[in-house]
Antibody
Framework: QLQLQESGPGLVKPSETLSLTCAVS??????????WGWVRQPPGKGLEWIGS???????YYNPPLRSRVTISVDTSKNQFSLKMSSVTAADMAVYFC??????????????WGQGIMVTVSS | QSALTQPPSASGSPGQSVTISCTGT?????????VSWYRQYPGKAPKLIIY???KRSSGVPDRFSGSKFGNTASLTVSGLQAEDEADYHC??????????FGGGTKLTVL
């Protein structure tokens, strides 16, 4: 059974960098045709795709966030990570990691982590 | 790109039907047959229930159905049950490995 688990600081200061890791268990991250992504949800609001990575290292980012986001993968540890720089209060949200299908099938998020709340405050 | 537009809330009594709309543009909803719907209970992760506009994920009852006309997709829940009370989010492929979500709709079973 595939499981994803987010980890990282739950509190980040304004202007600093948010760093989260998603540990994948129950399957290899080196799987063809599936991508590993990050989705966030501000309190009481809808979902927002942040970006995704393939095990080979190819990345895709949501255009409005592209300048501040870096997603990387560590296949030896079966995990992938998110870094978001220059955070503001607008970045406060629950951050989910997820596995999704390719664009050929419309990018379906089929497996999700439980989510981690990140607060931005000094 | 802008989020898809969903009504913030919807409601219905047990046994009734309710439809939730999801409006985008010709660059997302109207341009692809890749609209999905997710159900999310409070404090939980979303779960995929509908994909490719109208296909149900495994284990999802046929009380849930999806459709699309032009730039607007819809999720209909028939025979409402108490367990259907949740937040529902639509999403659409938007080209170039891009995906966009709606703002979410809180469904209340009266």
């Amino acid at each position: 059974q595939l499981q994803l688990q987010e980890s990282g600081p739950g509190l980040v200061k304004p202007s600093e960098t948010l760093s989260l890791t998603c540990a994948v268990s129950g399957a290899s991250i080196r799987i063809n045709s599936y991508y590993w992504g990050w989705v966030r949800q501000p309190p009481g609001k809808g979902l927002e795709w942040i970006g995704s990575i393939y095990y080979s290292g190819s990345t895709y980012y949501n255009p409005p966030l592209r300048s501040r986001v870096t997603i990387s993968v560590d296949t030896s540890k079966n995990q992938f990570s998110l870094k978001m720089s220059s955070v503001t209060a607008a970045d406060m949200a629950v951050y989910f990691c997820a596995r999704h299908s390719s664009a050929a099938t419309g990018i379906l998020f089929e497996y999700w982590g439980q989510g981690i709340m990140v607060t931005v405050s000094s | 790109q802008s989020a898809l537009t969903q009504p913030p809330s919807a409601s219905g009594s047990p046994g009734q039907s309710v439809t939730i709309s999801c409006t985008g543009t010709s660059s997302d909803v109207g341009g692809y047959s890749y609209v999905s719907w997710y159900r999310q209970y409070p404090g939980k992760a979303p779960k995929l229930i509908i994909y490719e506009v109208s296909k149900r994920s495994s284990g999802v009852p046929d009380r849930f159905s999806g459709s699309k006309f032009g730039n607007t997709a819809s999720l209909t829940v028939s025979g409402l049950q108490a367990e259907d009370e949740a937040d529902y989010h639509c999403s659409s492929y938007a080209g170039s490995n891009d995906v966009v979500f709606g703002g979410g709709t809180k469904l209340t079973v009266l």
